[in-house]
């Protein structure tokens, strides 16, 4: 789909304004968010057995999942969620509540990062409240990032959600306080 930027009178190449965000629209950001609150859970349950160590198949695939968030933390510029939350007019609303997204994903990122640095060099359980105090950042960040994208969605395209859409966000809302 192009649509003509009147203003410029050129051709924009997929670009596109959502005027009805459908839960298909959704599904890809909200399974990112199911990874990211997994590994949430991961790190929680790392940090609550401490001071004992996870297995070793649990320590690679959490080690693994965290070089993941530090590369699409590296990689996230946002483009997909601007687009769908864009109006068309320079809002300042929505330029500052984007910053704060891409600012807790690189939060998230350089978290992620910390940890894979520990685990990396000495004996990162040698030192279980350092590790855990960690742990118990990231996941707490992680989690709240994760919030702040939904709530960001609802407060700025809540009347163009269809319903659908909006159930999804809610459920997902509701999911992460029971968590």
Partial sequence: MMDRNPLQGSVVPF???????????????????RRRLILCRQAEA???????RP???????????LETLV?????????????????GHDDPLIDTL????????????AAARELVAAFAEADAFAAPETLGHMLRSFFTGCRRAVDFEQ????ALAGHR???????????????????
């Fill in 161 to 179: 959600l269809t319903p659908e859409a909006r159930g999804l966000l809610v459920d997902a809302l509701a999911e992460s306080l029971a968590a």
């Fill in 46 to 52: 790392m940090a609550d057995g401490l001071p004992d």
């Fill in 71 to 87: 590369t699409r933390g590296e990689r996230t510029d946002g483009a997909y969620l601007e687009a769908m939350l864009s109006n």
């Fill in 55 to 65: 297995e070793r198949a649990a320590m690679t695939l959490f080690l693994k999942a």
């Fill in 151 to 154: 709530l960001v969605i609802i």
């Fill in 15 to 33: 670009a596109r304004r959502w005027h009805v965000i459908h839960e298909i629209d959704l599904i890809r950001l909200l399974q990112e968010h």
């Fill in 98 to 109: 984007l910053d704060h997204v891409r600012h807790r994903h690189e939060a998230d990122a």
